[in-house]
């Protein structure tokens, strides 16, 4: 049986037990809390990132049983991330019914989006439904707008895209604050080509694995949402790391595929926007993988992009050259603190 070790920042064991692996994610949580409340810290309240808010939650709010039930109609939308978020929020309120739980929403900074983005040709009537775009990593496109108001104020209201690069991936296209597209849509699939997700996808592809290849739903939930991508496509890992070190072709084919994407993303956003001044990196592979923010900056000039490789190799916070008329940025981003700021804004409104 595994044993769940919890340890002390000098790496002394403070907690040792089994657990069955059917209940360790409630098992983490209550462990958690109980060793946070027996250390003495007293917890307020706690945040979560919840991935889908729908059509009706644009804010932060505090979770009750009633919202918890409204929030489960978008699992199907958020099959990967929805489950988990809810059952963490359930979890720790069967154990501290008590103490305030909020939920801030992916999707809530694209809200701002021009109804037009988000239609689908489809009948009305699933429109309706609620299938529509929405867009993701919403956390993160506010946590770097928050920053850019703070570092650079002359530019945080002009035309902005933000690459959040990650396992998953995406791009929004920002202006006066306001997100006005981004690339992913109905679900965390659509867009870039990701880690283990197939990005972007002609619908007649998932005509063609049911009727020929003869996959069930469950099967091409499984392939799209974790056998495709960089994983998939080269057969080898969804680390670009490993990919970018490897001597295979395949590995650099994905690679060469995921910087084709986020170059044709780039010029679609711009299209939107009417124009770009700023270009932002950001997420694990944005902050820290020199040789795709290289790629993706390549043979830029005709959009006024053009990056200094010294800046871009030693990770600067700008890394655009000075003929350049883009300003091209790496900012980290930090979801967690942005899930803290609404935490503590809504906590202190409660009467």
Known sequence: MPVLKVMNENGEVIHEKEYSLKYE?????????????????????V???????GKSYHDPVLMTPSIIENLKQFIPFAPL???????????IGKAFPHLPQIACFDTAFHHSHPPIADYFGLP????????????FHGLSYEYIMMKMYEIAP???????????????????????????DSTMGFTALDGLMMGTRCG???PGVILYLMQFKHLNHHEIEELLYKKSGLLGFSGISSNVKTLLESESENAKEAIDLFVYRIRRELGALVSVLGGLETFIFTGGIGENAIKIRSAVCQDMDWLGINIDKHNNENNQLIISSDK???????IPTDEESIVAKHTYALLNKRP
């Open 25 to 45: 994610y409630q098992y983490f949580f209550e462990l958690l809390l109980s060793q946070l409340t027996s250390s003495q810290i007293s917890i307020a309240a």
């Open 47 to 53: 945040g979560h990132r919840v991935v889908h808010g």
């Open 81 to 91: 991330h929805q489950p988990y978020n809810l059952d963490a929020i359930e979890i």
């Open 124 to 135: 009305r009537s699933y429109l309706e439904a609620g299938v529509q775009r929405y867009g």
């Open 154 to 180: 002359q530019k945080a209201n002009g035309r902005i895209v933000i690459a959040h690069l990650g396992n998953g991936a995406s791009m929004s296209a920002v202006h006066h604050g306001k997100c006005l």
């Open 200 to 202: 972007s996808l002609d």
């Open 324 to 330: 350049s008329h883009v300003d091209v940025r790496v």
